[in-house]
């Protein structure tokens, strides 16, 4: 299932960004729905709990990168939020989800960008700005990166 979303993420259309959003968005739902603040330790004996565990741990890392990702975020905050080492966090989000952390934050930061220049008259470094790019050049950079069109090109629709 991990390379399958990853597929579906890295595939870079609306449906495929609708279909991982959606599937790690109810996924950080359950984990809220069920009260739980922080990592369910693995029973004893348990078995399939430790994925379980896992899965619980990423889907409160999405929930939280998906609220904040327009903020100042550092992979370091988000593993301190689910209880684990920064190497750790990024090693069980990566083999969950498909990708880094990191990337999957800069993913969301593109899709907001981009739904913001489809959207919107404001300036391209003031979209950057609200999609989480504090640095104009570093949004051009990562937006032509992701999408093989500059901010301009892409409002454009060339």
Same mark, same amino acid.
């Not at 593109?110 to 391209?124: D, F, G, M, N, Q």
């Given at each position: #299932?991990?390379?399958?979303?990853? $597929?579906?993420?890295?595939?870079?259309?609306?449906? %495929?960004?609708? +279909?991982?959003? %959606?599937?790690?968005?109810?996924?950080?739902?359950? *984990?809220?729905? /069920?009260?739980?603040?922080?990592?369910?330790?693995?029973?004893?004996?348990?078995?399939?709990?430790?994925?379980? #565990?896992?899965? /619980?741990?990423?889907?409160?890392?999405?929930?939280?990168?998906?609220?904040?990702?327009?903020?100042?975020? !550092?992979?370091?905050?988000?593993? /301190?939020?689910?209880?684990?080492?920064?190497?750790?966090?990024?090693?069980?989000?990566? $083999?969950?989800?498909?990708?880094?952390?990191?990337? *999957?934050?800069?993913?969301? !930061?593109?899709?907001?960008?981009?739904? +913001?220049? !489809?959207?919107?008259?404001?300036?391209?470094?003031?979209?950057? #700005?609200?999609? %989480?790019?504090?640095?104009?050049? *570093?949004?051009?950079?990562?937006?032509?990166? /992701?999408?093989?069109?500059?901010?301009?090109? *892409? $409002? !454009?629709?060339?």
């Amino acid at each position: #299932m991990p390379r399958e979303l990853h $597929r579906e993420w890295a595939s870079g259309t609306p449906d %495929g960004t609708l +279909l991982t959003r %959606g599937l790690l968005v109810h996924l950080a739902r359950r *984990y809220a729905e /069920a009260g739980l603040t922080r990592p369910v330790a693995p029973r004893e004996n348990g078995f399939g709990q430790e994925k379980t #565990m896992q899965e /619980a741990t990423v889907a409160a890392a999405v929930r939280l990168l998906d609220e904040h990702f327009a903020e100042p975020l !550092r992979v370091e905050q988000v593993a /301190a939020s689910v209880f684990l080492s920064p190497d750790r966090f990024t090693e069980v989000f990566a $083999r969950t989800v498909g990708c880094t952390p990191r990337d *999957y934050l800069r993913h969301l !930061r593109v899709e907001c960008a981009k739904s +913001l220049l !489809r959207t919107t008259p404001h300036s391209i470094s003031e979209i950057g #700005m609200q999609a %989480g790019f504090n640095d104009p050049a *570093y949004f051009t950079r990562v937006f032509r990166a /992701a999408t093989g069109k500059s901010p301009r090109e *892409y $409002r !454009r629709g060339g």
